[in-house]
């Protein structure tokens, strides 16, 4: 748990601070120039709710219906109602981690300044995410326009009393029963409030912040990796050589080409070339041209960041409150911004997964594997060693292929036709999810085999690993994974490599010995 309060002010907000309060259930708290900037926004509101012609989202009906002035008396029964038919999502509930993150992004908006609710209002979403309270959200049922709508109003009306949420207890109770526990009192919702609490990109933002950070921990994993299986097929380090990634300087490639020679420094086990029946020249594309894919992947990341940076700085709402006194409608609640990267990141991810699916497949032929044992196997044939190992990174891979395919290219309209466009960011988010996890399997997959494979050869033809893969080696041993052998139940020692990448220890034993890597 994350210890510190996260305070949020009228200027958007951090990654580091999305991931504290969605994963380490950080506390927040409103800074006092928000409260301010809550409040003179919601004069300006009340100031148009008190005159004769319409205003959308203050005085009359949304989306289609956005034609119709709605009367004073109506208007609190109004912003109720849109929450309560906009909750109308299906299938399983989505992890608690994402609903928090979503909440927390949502806070961020309503403190700008720029919506137009009360100070209470963004209070009250404060001390549900600080009673552990987590609205139950579904799978399906944001098409990303006009925001995530269905997520978000399951939240709003956690704030209402109303609908189910879980209990920092993990048990999933009626959310007013868990607002009285904790001394929250629902919300009344006024003019606008209702529409200010469903209307953003906040749930598909904090997947796409979650998911960077996760991937920016397997990139490096993937080069640690790479560099394993390296030295199990006896390649050569001089394709790392920084002259040669100079003169293509994309950055991340770089990047990869360096963390990699830094895991192999002082390995007895590289360039042997001429050591088997099949000399080599070159090293094959999955080898020779690692820091290539797992660079421009890199890149990608860079770029993604860049634009989760920006929408985190923004405020995503329709209408909204302009620092002049207007309140004005707008396009900025459209997904296509976020849509299209969580897209392109789930493309680099399968083409990793895919590289890394090759390299073990390497290992274990021994037609290709240049002297190790099939499939490394104890005793081939008698043993099927690591054969379904592979079956099981392969199907992976195959569906992270399928995942690739993007989702923001997509469109179905919705409400009468009058939002004919949108970004299905919802979705992009969701199969990136799957596929985050996915390559963590594949790379725990490839951990397991280059491990196994090298301790072959420091065994049998007595050469040593690079200090760096001697660590993991140890720590994967320490933790359990067990190494050369005849056939054993498999499956807990390959749950154990996953965990060794997941939880981020692989990147920490090798960080032990090299220093931080790139």
């Known amino acids: 748990m994350d210890m510190r309060t996260v305070v949020v002010g009228t200027s958007g907000t951090t990654a580091e601070d999305v991931i504290a309060v969605a994963r380490g259930l950080a506390r927040v708290e409103l800074s006092g120039a928000a409260v301010a900037a809550l409040g003179a926004a919601r004069g300006v509101v009340d100031a148009l709710a008190a005159k004769p012609e319409p205003v959308y989202g203050v005085s009359t009906g949304f989306g289609a219906l956005a034609t119709r002035h709605i009367g004073v008396e109506l208007r609190g029964r109004l912003q109720r109602n849109i929450v309560r038919s906009h909750a109308a999502g299906m299938g399983p509930r989505v992890e608690r981690e994402v609903v928090r993150a979503l909440m927390f992004l ?296 399928r995942l690739a395919a993007p989702a923001s290219v997509d469109s179905i309209p919705s409400s009468a036709m009058q939002e004919d466009h949108v970004s299905m960011g919802w979705s992009a988010a969701r199969k990136l999810r799957t596929a985050v996890d996915n390559l963590t399997r594949i790379l725990a997959v490839e951990l397991y085999a280059a491990t196994r494979a090298v301790e072959l050869r420091e065994g049998t033809q007595g050469l040593t690993p690079a200090p760096a893969s001697r660590a993991v080696i140890d720590a994967l041993r320490e933790a359990g994974v067990e190494g050369p052998g005849p056939d054993r139940f498999l499956s807990p020692d390959l749950a154990g490599a996953e965990a060794f990448v997941r939880d981020g220890r692989l990147v920490e034993v090798v960080e032990g010995v090299t220093g931080a890597l790139g």
Not at 131 to 148: F, K, M, N, Q
Not at 339 to 348: P, S
């Open 106 to 401: 949502r806070l961020k908006t309503l403190a700008s300044g720029h919506t137009g609710v009360r100070p209470e209002v963004a209070q009250a979403m404060a001390d549900v995410l600080n009673a552990g309270i987590t609205p139950v959200v579904h799978e399906y049922g944001s098409l990303g326009c006009s925001g995530d709508l269905a997520p978000l109003s399951h939240c709003a009306l956690a704030l209402l009393g109303e609908g189910d949420a879980e209990g920092p207890d993990g048990v999933v109770r009626p959310a007013g029963e868990l607002l009285a526990a904790y001394g929250i009192a629902p919300v009344e919702l006024r003019e606008k409030e209702g529409l200010a609490l469903l209307n953003g990109t906040d749930g598909m933002l904090g997947m796409l912040v979650m998911a960077l950070a996760d991937l920016h921990r397997l990139y490096t994993s993937a080069d640690i990796t790479a560099a394993l299986s390296l030295e199990a097929l006896l390649g050569t380090a001089k394709v790392l050589a920084p002259e040669l990634h100079a003169i293509r300087p994309h950055p991340g490639q770089g990047v990869s080409a360096e963390n990699m020679a830094r895991v192999l420094e002082g390995s007895g086990l590289t360039g042997h070339f001429q050591a088997d029946s099949a000399p080599r020249v070159q090293d094959a594309y999955s080898v020779r041209c690692a820091p290539q894919v797992a660079g421009a992947g890199r890149d990608t990341l860079a770029y993604a960041r860049t634009v989760a940076d920006r929408e985190l700085a923004s405020a995503v709402d329709n209408p909204v409150v302009l620092p002049d006194g207007r309140v004005e409608s707008n396009g900025n609640f459209h997904g296509a911004p976020v849509a299209y990267v969580l897209d392109f990141l789930a493309i680099v991810a399968a083409d990793l997964g895919s590289i890394a699916e090759r390299r073990t497949d390497r290992l274990l032929d021994r037609a290709r594997s240049h002297g190790l044992p099939a499939f490394l196997a104890d005793d081939p044939g008698v043993d099927s060693g690591l054969m379904i190992a592979q079956y099981t990174q392969a199907a992976l891979v195959s569906e992270m292929k």
